[in-house]
């Protein structure tokens, strides 16, 4: 039997992204549906860089960025904007409007990009958030929420429209263990039940073995190792190893 052949997303070809200098040079990436793939490396390696040239904020500084089998920044305008609209992105800091409900903050893709009418949108928004664990909290204000919840609206809103593919950068950044486990099973439960691919830019050693089937690491402004967390954890590469086996600084005694 022939193996089926999965829809290539993304692809970079020898992408150099960065401002005033390069931050990252010659990047080399296929993402195909449905999998969930992580950019790691330390602060300040470019992974975020890399995102907002991925999602259209930063045009790349050399190289070719492919999105949906269109190079992203060698289209017009109009056309970018149709590409980016088949992804979503949930920021780091979530980015929701305090001013606006949890419903409000969630329908906004709907109401800005499409024409479906406003009862079907509260329908829409009801669904997606009890598909992220927040059945409910519609009616609230995001100053009202825990920082795991207000990740998990970002996640709702990032998804309203069902993109193809969504950026995350670092989705469990800053939540205690147990919430960030939480969220990452929600991240999993959200391919599935979607059909979603995953870009996840991240430095949680437990996140990236929950979720990811394969990682790039980034050092010294290049990709310094790809394949799946195994491969990886198992590298003999100076860099990858340190990043994969952090050993945690013991406590200190309490003096007595």
Same mark, same amino acid.
């Given at each position: 039997m022939t193996a089926r052949v999965r829809e290539r997303l993304l692809e970079c070809r020898r992408l150099t992204v960065g401002y005033e200098q390069p931050v990252l040079r010659d990047v080399a990436l296929a993402v195909d549906a449905g999998e969930i793939v992580a950019l790691l490396g330390g602060s300040g390696c470019g992974k975020s860089t890399l995102l907002r040239t991925m999602?259209?904020?930063?045009?790349?500084?050399?190289?070719?960025?492919?999105?949906? #089998?269109?190079?992203?920044?060698?289209?017009?305008?109009?056309?970018?904007?149709?590409?980016?609209?088949?992804?979503?992105t949930s920021f780091q800091q979530d980015a929701l409007f305090g001013a606006m409900t949890v419903e409000d903050n969630v329908?906004?893709?709907?109401?800005?990009?499409?024409?479906?009418?406003?009862?079907?949108?509260?329908?829409m928004v009801r669904s997606r958030l009890a598909m992220v664990g927040l059945a409910g909290f519609g009616p609230r204000r995001p100053a009202t929420l825990s920082g795991g919840q207000r990740k998990r609206v970002a996640l709702a809103r990032a998804t309203i429209l069902d993109?193809?593919?969504?950026?995350? /950068?670092?989705?469990?950044?800053?939540? /205690?263990?147990?919430?960030?486990? #939480?969220l /990452?099973?929600? !991240? !999993?439960?959200?391919?599935?039940?979607?059909?979603?691919?995953?870009?996840?830019?991240?430095?949680?050693? /437990?996140?990236?073995?929950?979720?990811?089937?394969?990682?790039?690491?980034?050092?010294?402004?290049?990709?310094?190792?790809?394949?799946?967390?195994?491969?990886?954890?198992?590298s003999h590469d100076e860099a990858v190893h340190a990043f994969f086996h952090r050993i945690a600084e013991p406590a200190p005694r309490a003096r007595g």
């Open positions: 999602t259209g904020l930063l045009p790349p500084k050399g190289g070719e960025l492919r999105l949906f #089998g269109e190079s992203l920044y060698d289209v017009d305008a109009a056309e970018r904007a149709q590409l980016l609209r088949r992804t979503g329908a906004l893709p709907l109401r800005e990009l499409t024409d479906v009418p406003a009862p079907v949108i509260r329908e993109p193809q593919l969504v950026f995350c /950068d670092e989705p469990s950044s800053g939540l /205690d263990p147990v919430v960030a486990a #939480g /990452d099973e929600t !991240l !999993l439960q959200l391919r599935d039940a979607l059909g979603i691919t995953l870009i996840v830019v991240t430095h949680e050693l /437990d996140s990236i073995r929950a979720i990811a089937d394969r990682a790039l690491m980034f050092a010294d402004g290049h990709v310094v190792a790809e394949g799946t967390i195994d491969e990886l954890s198992a």
